[in-house]
């Protein structure tokens, strides 16, 4: 069957949830057993998301294939309980280098080579290679941005064109306001951004709207009056109890069928058991039987985007043991004037994410030896997982100001550092151990019994490592080394004997699904979980 295509165009502002949005038609898709996938375009000209500050863009998701992507590829995978690939991102930065490329070798001989069709076409053939080699059913084309930046604007006349071509359904994602709680559901944002779109072209087969509360009728037939589309076609987004509920949500007002009317694709009914087995996760997410406090001691804190993935982790664990995770954020500067104690002494459990960078190194160095001095679960993350090793080099193997070479290249004890093939390095992009790594774990350890076998594969986001010198002492002194490469060279894994602390040199939390809850997670959410009982 040719691929049939459908194209999600926000408007009016950023953060409506169009990655939700767009996941949530890819999950209804998957009910129904079509082969659905996501493409992303991205307007900026950054090659990929490795270079950015997650302070600013949000987290930066690593898929297996070692790719940095925005992080609403962590949604779709999430969602679709599937493992992609760097190809389903088309960033402006690889567009143009595809063009210039060509260009060079002389593939537009005697050509002015222009946004349109030069750079047009490119983005057209990249979405057809796309559809071609993954043979999907549906491609669903999240642009990213607004209608009306200049940034999109070739991939949305791209599109335009694209549809010219192919067939294709267009949906806009846009916002009613509504300024208290009484007060009226707005349309007139809505409709200049219905104007716009249609200025570039576009003519939206569906619109889906955000709204703090559910959309009133009065406000979906002005949305449909102006949006030139029949009132069913437009789709309530109000806030729901959590983001998972959405394909349900939508499912309910029938947009299921009409999405798939409107494709072509008739007669195919929902598959019964993939539904139930994501309403029960969803019912457990919304009513669980406890709570359980974790705190996220971090550096970038004031943007909860920046640990999206370890947060939907946690509720993915949560949801897989019938608890609420209710996260304590804690901004690793404020540990460092020795009150940690009390910042820490009303949660079950203890979480250092990734992070780079000196600032707030120490505050978490100290929220580690309160969870370790005080039995309180543990868990580390890649940078959290060098900080136990700092922690413990200090505090119990007497290795005075031992530290990573990335904060303290004077330190005596260097117990995390680079390695050599990474000292010669001096180009930022793609160049940090990333992707999927097969790592062997010990039988007996903590993380062992986490995931039950032996031969597991995490992805990885880093440059610096465990340093190999201090192996040994470190054992000796009862740090537990419980995973490896396959090698046997890099350490993964780290813990402790007295209690419960796991800390690995990977990401296991990009790889959380609700459907497939991150091991670790779940024995750190579970450890944490008894600590609340016996608390009680
Ligand atoms: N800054 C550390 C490194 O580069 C940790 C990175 C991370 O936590 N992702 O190795």
Redesign the pocket.
């Known amino acids: 069957m040719q691929s049939k295509y459908i194209v999600i165009l926000g408007s009016l502002m950023s953060g409506l949830g169009k990655g939700v949005v767009t996941s949530s038609i890819l999950k209804i898709l998957d009910f129904y057993d079509y082969n659905a996938m996501p493409v992303k375009f991205d307007g900026y000209l950054n090659y990929d998301c490795g270079t950015m500050n997650p302070y600013r863009h949000g987290e930066v998701f690593v898929l297996d294939d070692r790719s940095e992507v925005d992080m609403d590829f962590g949604i779709y995978e999430r969602f679709l309980n599937k493992n992609l690939t760097g190809d389903l991102s088309i960033t402006g930065g690889k567009l143009f280098e595809e063009v210039i490329t060509k260009e060079r070798k002389g593939g537009f001989l005697g050509e002015d080579v222009q946004i349109i069709p030069h750079l047009t076409n490119e983005a057209i053939r990249m979405v057809e290679k796309v559809a071609e080699e993954k043979k999907t059913d549906v491609l669903v084309i999240e642009v990213g941005g607004t209608v009306g930046d200049i940034e999109n604007s070739y991939f949305i006349e791209a599109m335009r064109q694209f549809a010219l071509r192919h067939e294709v359904i267009f949906i806009n994602l846009t916002y009613s306001p509504q300024l208290d709680v009484v007060g009226e559901q707005k349309t007139k944002p809505a409709q200049l951004g219905f104007r716009s779109m249609l200025q570039s072209g576009i003519r939206p087969d569906f619109v889906i709207c955000r709204s703090s509360r559910k959309l009133e009728e009065k406000t979906k037939e002005k949305l449909a009056l102006f949006a030139n589309i029949s009132k069913e076609r437009v789709i309530d987004d109000s806030d729901q109890e959590t983001i998972y509920k959405l394909p349900l949500h939508f499912m309910k007002q029938g947009f299921d069928r009409m999405l798939l009317n409107a494709m072509g694709l008739k007669g195919r009914k929902a598959n019964k058991s993939k539904m139930a087995s994501w309403s029960k996760k969803v019912e457990k997410v919304i009513k669980p039987g406890s709570s359980t406090r974790i705190a996220i001691v971090g550096k970038y804190t004031d943007l909860r985007d920046s640990y999206a993935s370890v947060k939907e982790a946690l509720i993915h664990a949560g949801a897989a043991l019938d608890s609420r995770i209710d996260v304590k954020w804690i901004e690793s500067d404020t540990l460092e004037k020795g009150d940690t104690g009390k910042k820490l002494e009303d949660v079950d459990g203890i979480l250092v994410p ?3 960078g000196k600032r707030g190194i120490e505050g978490m160095v100290n929220a580690i030896r309160y969870a370790r001095e005080n039995k309180v679960p543990y868990l580390g ?3 959290g997982m ?1 900080l136990m090793v700092v922690e413990y080099s200090r505090n119990i193997a007497g290795m005075k100001n031992a530290d990573s070479s ?1 904060f303290n290249g004077g330190s005596r004890y260097k117990v995390i550092d680079l390695l050599k093939s990474q000292r010669g390095v001096d180009k930022k992009g793609g160049t ?1 151990r990333l992707g999927l790594w097969k790592c062997r774990l010990s039988e007996g350890t903590q993380a062992y019994v986490a995931y039950g076998r032996e031969s597991i594969a995490e992805r990885h ?4 490592e465990f340093n190999n010198a201090y192996r040994k002492a470190l054992e000796d002194k009862g740090l537990v080394i419980s995973g490896t490469t396959t090698d046997g060279k890099l350490v993964e894994f780290v813990e402790w004997k007295d209690s419960f602390g796991i800390a690995t040199q990977s ?1 296991p939390e990009l790889r959380s699904r609700l459907e497939d809850p991150s091991p670790p997670f779940v024995s750190f959410v579970r450890a944490a979980k008894k600590l609340a009982k016996e608390r009680l």
């Open positions: 990734g992070g780079f993350i890649c940078l060098q990335e940090m986001r880093h440059r610096y990401h």
